[in-house]
């Protein structure tokens, strides 16, 4: 069954996306611009969503999508949870979508469960500027309801009845895509100082066709989204370490990131585009003197 009516917290860059591709497809969006920064705010009007307070997009939505940082998902789910138990609804849809550890989706299952709300675990894979490219993966007892998203033009795939599986997927996955950023951030910097780059990255072409142009544009975006993408790997490493796992790569990996959110030299677009390219940034790194050692 469709959704006509979807709250989304917050409008982020892929929450800015998702909320064009919804309202394309005739979909009321609503969020709670409440506490929110002024960009995220603008980034809602631009994108055409409708402000309510948290109780009233409770009360209204189908289904509650939360997109946010990996930090703030159970803090979302606290605010509607509670917000759920003050109107007395028992019958609502939630779906986080955020790259959270299975052991953080297991927190906000119980996070929601004294309101009665029904809670999906699920995932984006893909560009958020090119969502109907990307697939959303969810798991959980009322996961195949999510289905409904396909008639607003997302891509669905059910993994299982099992909370927990579709954050899983989405980490490790995450370690995969942040790895090669962060491997290619490092060396790339590096044959920057050597006077290298050009050559480098044409060899790196020769040996790995397509590569570098594709992970290259993930690193354009990181001034801005470092910061999450660090917090994404230290949920992969508390997922490996739950599970009796060692993670190496993604403690490094992790530590990249947040050398690079450190530099503060991004600025959030009010439309969730981005700006820039490899080339640009991989001098902005360079000349704010990322992997330099200190004296």
């Known amino acids: 069954m469709a959704f006509q009516r979807v709250g989304i917290l917050s409008i982020g860059e892929m929450g800015y996306h998702w909320a064009r591709l919804l ?4 979909v009321e969006v609503m969020t709670s611009g409440r506490g929110r920064s002024e960009i995220t705010q603008k980034r809602a009007e631009n994108a055409g969503v409708r402000s309510a307070p948290i109780a009233r997009l409770v009360s ?39 790259a959270i550890s299975p052991m953080t989706a297991g927190d906000i299952d119980r996070i929601l469960a004294p309101a009665e709300a029904s809670f999906v675990d699920g995932c984006i894979i893909g560009s958020a500027a090119k969502l109907t490219d990307a697939t959303v993966y969810v ?111 993604a403690p490094a990996t992790q530590k990249v990131l947040e050398q690079i959110a450190s530099l503060d030299c991004g600025k959030p677009s009010e439309t969730g585009g981005r700006e820039g390219d490899l080339l640009e940034t991989l001098e902005l790194f360079f000349q704010r003197g990322l992997l330099q050692e200190k004296d």
């Open 23 to 26: 309202k394309e497809r005739g």
């Open 60 to 98: 209204e939505a189908d289904l509650i999508v939360s997109i946010v940082v990996p930090s703030a998902a159970k803090k979302v789910a606290a605010q509607v949870a509670k917000a759920l138990l003050k109107v007395g609804r028992k019958d609502c849809l939630y779906l986080d979508a955020n």
């Open 139 to 249: 798991s959980g007892p009322r996961a195949e309801e999510l289905r409904g998203l396909q008639d607003s033009g997302f891509s669905v795939e059910v993994l299982g009845q099992a909370t927990g599986q579709a954050s899983a997927f989405k980490v490790v996955y995450a370690g995969l895509t942040k790895g090669l950023q962060g491997l290619l951030t490092e060396l790339l910097v590096g044959a920057r100082k050597f006077d290298l780059l050009p050559e480098i990255m044409r060899r790196y072409e020769e040996s790995f066709p397509g590569l570098v142009g594709k992970v290259g544009r993930s690193i354009a975006a990181l001034p801005v989204h470092a910061g999450r993408r660090a917090e994404e790997m230290r949920e992969l490493r508390a997922t490996f370490h739950h599970h009796g796992l060692k993670a190496v790569i």
